[in-house]
């Protein structure tokens, strides 16, 4: 299975800026879109911030719009998440994920990956 591997987070003060990466795993699997997704708290749904397919086209969640920016460096399996002007509500911990499609949704049930551990951000006001 791809494996996701998220890693950037940290402290910072509102205002502040962060860089987060993600890398996937080799695979034979086409990776189609990729995005990031967010759990602001233990017990709350992941929400989508940002997503990036493969023709380059994007999508923000309304918050990110004009402060975040995703990119990805297909070569290197990788999306990197650009936050400039972090407020304290953008504080969670962030996962990416990315889709495989049907070639993998046919060998493991799945259009996705498994979730990767996350990267914590705290955005202190």
């Known amino acids: 299975q791809v494996q996701l591997v998220e890693s950037g987070g940290g402290l910072v003060q509102a205002g502040g800026s962060l860089r987060l990466s993600c890398v996937a795993s080799?695979?034979?699997?086409?990776?189609?879109?990729m995005a990031w997704y967010r759990r602001r708290s233990p017990g709350r749904q992941r929400e989508l911030v940002a997503?990036?397919?493969?023709?380059?086209?994007?999508i923000y969640a309304n918050s990110a719009k004009g402060r975040f920016t995703i990119i990805r460096d297909n070569a290197k399996n990788t999306a990197f998440l650009q936050m400039n002007m972090l407020k304290p509500d953008d504080t969670g911990v962030y996962y990416c994920?990315?889709?495989?499609?049907?070639?993998?949704?046919?060998?493991?049930?799945?259009?996705?990956?498994?979730w990767g551990q996350g990267t914590q951000v705290t955005v202190s006001s």
């Open positions: 994920n990315v889709d495989l499609g049907d070639d993998y949704y046919r060998d493991y049930g799945s259009y996705f990956a498994s």
């Open positions: 080799e695979s034979i699997y086409t990776i189609n879109a």
């Open positions: 997503q990036i397919k493969s023709n380059e086209d994007t």
